[in-house]
């Protein structure tokens, strides 16, 4: 089946190939944030290609779900004294310093307190600016009013002039170096149940609270997502820790199958991102 004109996936793998053709020539190359399905895809096109050994996925802190790719040349693959992705900031910044700092820094946007600022209206005042949705990371809602961007060091100088208002408050930014009171901002409800067996259907019905059968037209037309990627095989076996998106529901953590019943059915526990 032939692709769509801009197809993402088919432009992604186009900036991938003009990313190692840098690297060929002794340069490190640098791909704008990508969101967890565009690193799947990003990932699979590397290995499609057999360059996996040179990237290198960093978003500003271990966690970050939105990650810029770092593809380093031959003479710095060769010092590398493990596989890449073993390499944390600290370890890579002795490598790749001025390239971490320039496409990844944070920004702390403070609001007036006089109204409580949610991701969306964070992410919505950024965009309404002209910029890019690749060219922000994770937004990290500390609080009630502030907020840690992640962007490149141009855009984060950008942002420091341009903006004033997040919704219908106004808001200060200034350059952020995390420290011990740094948050993701994610915030999870406990989901605990227990399930028949590990497929895909049962999980998503007790994830949602949905019949057996609701819960397999939900994956069949395409509702469902796996580790950030569509998944319409209602009979999938799956092994946590896994992230299930469900459109109407939200996002889950599936943290663990915690053994059997005496029944013989599997103690589930799992997160709901709230």
Request: with cysteine.
């Amino acid at each position: 089946m032939s692709r769509a004109k801009n197809d993402p996936e088919e432009l992604l793998e186009a900036r991938i190939g003009d990313a190692l053709e840098k690297c060929r020539r002794g340069s490190v190359a640098v791909l704008p944030f990508l969101s967890p399905r565009g690193r799947n895809r990003a990932e699979r096109e590397l290995s499609r290609r057999t360059e996996s050994a040179r990237a290198w996925f960093f978003g500003g802190y271990r966690e970050a779900e939105r990650v810029c790719l770092f593809l380093l040349p031959d003479y710095l693959c060769d010092l590398l004294e493990c596989p890449i992705s073993e390499y944390d900031r600290e370890r890579m910044e002795g490598l790749l310093g001025e390239e971490i700092s320039a496409a990844v820094c944070a920004l702390r946007v403070r609001g007036s307190r006089y109204r409580t600022l949610t991701h969306r209206d964070y992410l919505g005042s950024i965009l309404g600016l002209g910029i890019e949705r690749d060219a922000i990371g994770d937004i990290a809602v500390q609080n009630d009013h502030e907020a840690v961007i992640f962007c490149s060091r141009s855009m984060a100088e950008f942002l420091c002039t341009a903006l004033e208002k997040v919704a219908t408050d106004t808001v200060r930014c200034s350059l952020y170096t995390l420290d011990e009171s740094f948050t993701d901002g994610k915030k999870y409800a406990p989901v605990n149940d227990t399930v028949a067996s590990a497929r895909l259907d049962c999980v998503v019905a007790a994830l949602t609270g949905q019949s057996r059968e609701d819960a397999q037209r939900s994956v069949r037309s395409g509702m469902v997502e796996v580790e950030f990627e569509p998944e319409e095989r209602v009979d999938l076996q799956l092994e946590p820790p896994l992230w299930i998106s469900v459109r109407g529901y939200g996002r889950f953590r599936l943290r663990a199958f915690d053994g059997e019943t005496k029944k013989g059915r599997l103690r589930m526990r799992a997160d709901r991102l709230i």
